[in-house]
């Protein structure tokens, strides 16, 4: 009933920058906070940014004045703009959504994106 569709990852240099999107659709009435989460091999998944819907952001430590969350409430899409990466920041991102709908308000996950920061 409600997809997340996430695109924009790759490969990056170090010092590089990517732009992620993700843009939920299907019975939407309303969303609440949106977000990005990452999982490296070997570790969990952990929270990168979130946006409520009243513009209201929580960055992880390690991103924080690198990585920038947005959304356009218009498209239902999110978008995480990383500058300065890393190799450190390389892992399987995820969109993450809050979103009602007439079945009730649930968190949905998008498919992931792979992005890998290397020379």
């Known amino acids: 009933q409600v997809q997340l569709v996430e695109s924009g990852g790759g490969l990056v240099q170090p010092g590089g920058s990517l732009r992620l999107s993700c843009a939920a659709s299907?019975?939407?009435?309303?969303?609440?906070?949106m977000g990005w989460y990452r999982q490296a091999p070997g570790k969990e998944r952990e929270l990168v940014a979130a946006?409520?819907?009243?513009?209201?952001?929580n960055y992880a430590d390690s991103v924080q004045g690198r990585f920038t969350i947005s959304r356009d409430n218009a498209k239902n899409t999110v978008y995480l703009q990383m500058n300065s990466l890393r190799p450190e920041d390389t892992a399987v991102y995820y969109c993450?959504?809050?979103?009602?709908?007439?079945?009730?308000?649930?968190?949905?996950w998008g498919q992931g994106t792979q992005v890998t920061v290397s020379s």
């Open positions: 993450n959504a809050h979103i009602q709908t007439n079945l009730g308000r649930y968190a949905y």
């Open positions: 299907g019975r939407i009435i309303s969303i609440n906070t």
């Open positions: 946006l409520t819907s009243g513009s209201i952001t």
